[in-house]
């Protein structure tokens, strides 16, 4: 009786989560246009072993990484990601399918889905229907909230993504890395690319952006119906709503940790006495907002506003290739920093494909695979891995992509990262700006 409770609770949490925005897609820049990228020669110095020392997954005790091979050798992989952007699709289908079957016999197949409550639900159903074995889903793409459901409602396989040989390239230790939204990860996820907001701009139309958050108000009313944010739930909007917040509360520190009302209460109220502050000098005059980052992009593209936001730093400079955006177009992050997280790929319990979804994930982690993720016309998106625990020759070539103006240095990113909160303050933020500030 007890467990069926807990199992209603749950279902009921998940359901929450899901009306007020709580889980949504993993936080990715979304791009347009198509890419085709062509499977480079596996780098050479690719280890195929696992990282001494590393336990080896549930169900493998004893067993090599060659082992976990031979297994996935004409398996098929269902791989659960967000699907809006065509360019990274394309890279997937492109790239990562044809490596990972002429390289391991491994089949892979993407199902594009829109929110994570689409392969969430059908993990949990299966559960609740008593299937812990054949599940229909192989691997996902996830962080943040998504991850801390799936753990808390045991629907993740664990703890392998150690065991990988590509593991010998991630720096463990770093918090970012060992933490998914303030949440342990603790095996059951692999990095796979990180993120970092960023304010796009036209160095045309803003020849000097503001560069903290009391310079970009006073921009923002000395120019009205140039600014504004994607709503949130949006990702990017969400994201530009914490920034305003984290400055709002004399900074993020305040508000790390497990999730507190009263200093909630606190920083949110001044949060949204500033939002509603600049609301009348928005885009239609704060009437309404873009519902999405593709709208945020059409906006900025088609010089109705003059800036844009991003959490792919290199997303800017992908759409000035591609002729969407103005060779004017550059990005900046605040002075006092902005937001960065890591995203990763996840097995659920019950797939029957677990030795396949641990090849497909550790390519994924590979330096060949991170390397060509990391090319701006294949994606740009930041690598996971620690330029120090790579071979000289790879450090170069990581050194060496080229980026773009429009993107700032890693040197700098790094330098000014921000964490992300754990789940519980994001579902407040998102929450209280729909009551705060949309609905006034």
Request: charged share 20%; glycine share 8%; proline share 7%.
């Amino acid at each position: 009786m007890e467990e069926a409770l807990k199992k209603i609770l749950f279902v009921l949490f998940v359901l929450l989560l899901a009306a007020c925005g709580g889980v949504s897609e993993p936080d990715v820049a979304e791009e347009t246009g198509a890419a085709t990228a062509v499977p480079p020669t596996p780098a050479e110095t690719m280890s195929e072993s696992a990282p001494e020392g590393a336990a080896t997954p549930p169900g493998y005790d004893g067993q090599t990484w060659a082992d976990i091979l031979a297994e996935a050798n004409g398996q098929t992989v269902n791989f659960y990601m967000w699907g809006g952007s065509d360019l990274i699709n394309n890279w997937v289908t492109g790239y990562v399918a044809t490596a990972v079957q002429e390289q391991y016999g491994v089949t892979l197949n993407l199902v594009p889905v829109s929110d994570a409550t689409e392969y969430i639900n059908k993990v949990l159903g299966e559960k609740e229907a008593g299937q812990d074995s054949g599940g229909t889903v192989d691997l996902v793409w996830v962080n943040g909230e998504n991850f801390r459901t799936m753990r808390q409602g045991e629907l993740l396989y664990g703890s392998w993504s150690q065991f990988l040989p590509s593991a010998a390239y991630v720096n463990w230790a770093d918090p970012s890395v060992a933490n998914d939204f303030g949440f342990p990860v603790e095996g059951y996820e692999s990095p796979y690319g990180k993120a970092q907001f960023v304010m796009i701009y036209d160095s045309a139309r803003v020849p000097e952006p503001p560069r903290t958050i009391p310079a970009l108000v006073e921009w923002i009313k000395a120019n009205p119906g140039q600014f504004t944010y994607a709503a949130p739930p949006d990702f990017t909007g969400s994201a530009f709503v914490r920034h305003i917040c984290y400055d709002a509360a004399g900074g993020y520190e305040t508000l790390l940790g497990e999730f507190d009302q009263a200093i909630f209460d606190e920083a949110a109220a001044a949060c949204w006495e500033l939002l509603n502050e600049i609301e009348p000098f928005l885009w239609r005059e704060g009437q309404t907002y873009p519902e999405s980052r593709t709208r945020m992009q059409d906006l900025f593209a088609n010089g109705e506003v003059s800036f844009d936001m991003a959490y792919n730093p290199a997303e800017a400079s992908s759409l000035v290739e591609n002729g969407r955006y103005p060779a004017t177009t550059r990005t900046f992050v605040f002075d006092s920093g902005t937001i960065a997280n890591t995203h990763y790929v996840a097995i659920p319990y019950n797939s029957d494909h677990k030795a396949a979804a641990m090849v497909v994930a550790n390519f994924l982690l590979s330096p060949e695979a991170q390397l060509s993720k990391a090319q701006p016309e294949n994606w740009g998106d930041l690598p996971v891995l620690d330029p120090a625990l790579l071979p000289a020759d790879l450090q170069a070539e990581l050194a060496a992509i080229p980026r773009g103006e429009a993107t700032l240095s890693t040197e700098e990113l790094s330098a000014n990262r921000l964490p992300e909160l754990q789940a519980p303050w994001l579902t407040a933020f998102e929450q209280g700006w729909e009551l705060e500030v949309l609905q006034k």
